[in-house]
């Protein structure tokens, strides 16, 4: 059972436009979630989080919105840039879960020149 | 700073065989989480060492275990290895307390033949 779900395995846009990347969850206990970025044979980068007291967070070019009520969040990207192009996982964690981050599938984002 | 060094970037390993895989956290962190992941299952938590002790443990059988030292650098052996623990093998560090953030290593590959 996937309590945290990337329904788009890919998505390609072009560059300088908006990229939304999203992420359902189903486990109303997690508390905090955050957005990791992979390149091939490296290991994610985080690159935003948000905790379950706000509904928005904003790091330069990336924001992370959360709908507790939808247990729905997105991240933005503006504008979009070629070296965006990798894949995102999105992740989740519950009060007193040490360590386990659970993640989704991720999902291919490719940033069109 | 350096960042999460995990050794060595690849291995191949027969069928039947143990290994052990190296992780050495960011200076300070005194939590290591390691995290399989693999095209079908993508990232899975299976364990989170902080100062010594074991303090969570995810869904995988008993031939994957680990140890932490005391200077935080921690180890992780799988034994008896099947064609299906081919996977990319990452460890994360954190300071271990409150709510933290999580960085990865670039991964061990590890190839069961």
């Known amino acids: 059972d996937q309590q945290v779900k990337q329904n788009s395995p890919s998505l390609s846009v072009q560059e300088g436009r908006i990229s939304i990347l999203n992420c359902d969850y189903t486990?109303?206990?997690?508390?905090?979630f955050l957005w990791y970025k992979k390149y091939p044979a490296e290991g994610p980068t985080f690159l935003i989080s948000?905790?379950?007291?706000?509904d928005k967070n904003e790091d330069g070019r990336f924001t992370v919105f959360l709908n507790k009520s939808a247990k729905h969040l997105s991240l933005h990207i503006v504008p979009s840039q070629p070296g965006d192009s990798a894949v995102y996982f999105c992740?989740?964690?519950?009060?007193?879960?040490?360590?386990?981050?659970?993640f989704g599938k991720g999902t291919k984002l490719s940033v069109k020149p | 700073k350096a960042g999460v060094t995990q050794t060595p970037r690849y291995l191949i390993k027969t069928r039947g065989q143990q290994v052990t895989l190296s992780c050495s956290p960011i200076?300070?962190?005194?939590?290591v989480s390691w995290y399989q992941q693999t095209p079908g299952q993508g990232l899975q938590f299976l364990f989170e060492y902080f100062s010594e002790t074991q303090r969570n443990k995810g869904n995988f059988p008993g031939r994957f275990s680990g140890r932490q030292f005391s200077n935080s650098r921690s180890e992780m052996n799988v034994s008896t290895l099947e064609l299906g623990d081919s996977a990319l093998y990452l460890c994360a560090s954190s300071t271990g307390q409150g709510f933290y953030g999580y960085t990865f290593g670039s991964g061990t590959r590890l190839t069961v033949v």
């Open positions: 948000i905790s379950s007291i706000k």
């Open positions: 486990n109303s206990m997690f508390d905090y």
């Open positions: 992740a989740a964690s519950a009060p007193g879960s040490q360590g386990n981050l659970i």
């Open positions: 200076s300070g962190h005194r939590s």
